[in-house]
């Protein structure tokens, strides 16, 4: 029934939470630039950018769930907007949200949290490659 506003409560929390985060990069970026040092790029991927994956499949997903409780009219364009707050069943709407909601947030932050570990350990490889290949010339 509302299964979906979990999701998109961590959504609006994470996007809060990357633009904080990019906003900090961005200002040690400036720093960094600013001190005249010359900057090695490493080649790793900003987590601001590694949290906008999380945000962008939070979002695309709670867009589609909301889409199907749409579809099914378990959701309605007029206020209350969920049917199980107009026909009195919110405790099970809680429940489906404690239990539903809460499960299919934390499976998409573990796949992504997957996919996160997967890069990291794919640019840390490439980081050791260029010396590997140095020592054997």
Known sequence: MACFT????????T???AKAVKSKEE?????????NTEIKESGKTPFSK????LNKMLWLG?????????WHGEV???FPFLTA???GEVSEMLGEMATAGVMMAMLVTLVWAGIVAVVTVMEKK??????????NA
């Open 85 to 87: 707050v107009k026909t």
């Open 76 to 78: 309605i364009p007029t």
């Open 6 to 13: 979990v999701p998109v409560a961590e959504a609006i929390v």
């Open 62 to 70: 709670s867009f589609l769930l909301a889409f199907e409780h749409l």
């Open 126 to 135: 490439a980081d050791k490659e260029p010396e590997i290949a140095e020592e």
């Open 50 to 53: 590694k949290l906008g994956w």
């Open 15 to 17: 996007t809060i939470v």
């Open 27 to 35: 200002k040690q970026h400036i720093n960094l630039n600013g001190a």
